[in-house]
């Protein structure tokens, strides 16, 4: 008679299984916390880390200053014929079809213009759209330095003046999730519905434990 080895391999089958099942629930889990994105998911991503320039208000600025909010960083010049109109144009719209949710999205435009682009017209450019974004301008070495971080290419293309000048520059939008990370890129041109979605998906995001 073996009845107790028979026993203690029924107990071990029922242990594996066991583990097995905590084992598919934690994947199941981690599976539910990582949502699908329209944009590009750059999670993860060793650049755009952080930014620090001065706002149209005179104010030093961080990405650190808005966490708890989801952040939607763009580059551009305020006298941008049309990417730059478009793309806060789809900002403002995507925030509105966020309903209670917009007021915890901050957009951010970085000018890559600053020789033309002074505090007092971002301030009047950003009311255009909407009163709550902000625009942040810096020295011409400081955009360099944040354009590289971001890897935004820009581009001075000279006019038939000396001011009359445009900007070659990428088009694409970088959101930051509410703890301040990098999470996804926003080709030109996606639209408010798509942006509105990944915004809302990262405020209601289970956070990873």
Do not use: W
């Amino acid at each position: 008679m073996h009845p107790i080895p028979r026993r203690r391999n029924a107990i071990k089958i029922v242990a594996a299984c066991a583990v097995l099942a905590c084992t598919g629930a934690v994947f199941t889990a981690c599976s539910e916390q990582k949502p699908s994105f329209h944009g590009v998911d750059i999670t993860g991503a060793e650049y755009a880390r952080d930014l620090q320039l001065t706002d149209h208000n005179g104010q030093p600025r961080s990405l650190k200053d808005f966490r708890g909010k989801v952040v939607v960083v763009f580059f551009g010049y305020t006298q941008c014929p049309d990417v730059c109109p478009t793309s806060l144009q789809e900002l403002a719209e995507a925030k509105r079809l966020l309903g209670p949710d917009g007021e915890r999205l901050q957009g951010v435009f970085v000018t890559i213009d600053p020789e033309r682009d002074t505090p007092e017209l971002l301030k009047a450019y950003m009311a255009n759209f909407d009163p709550s974004f902000i625009a942040l301008r810096g020295t011409p070495e400081q955009t360099a330095a944040v354009a590289k971080e971001f890897k935004i290419y820009y581009k001075k293309v000279e006019g038939k003046t000396p001011t009359s000048y445009t900007m070659d520059h990428s088009a694409g939008s970088y959101i930051f999730d509410p703890a301040g990370r990098v999470r996804v890129f926003h080709r030109y041109g996606s639209g408010a519905q798509a942006l509105a979605d990944d915004v809302r998906a990262l405020l209601h995001e289970t956070p990873a434990r």
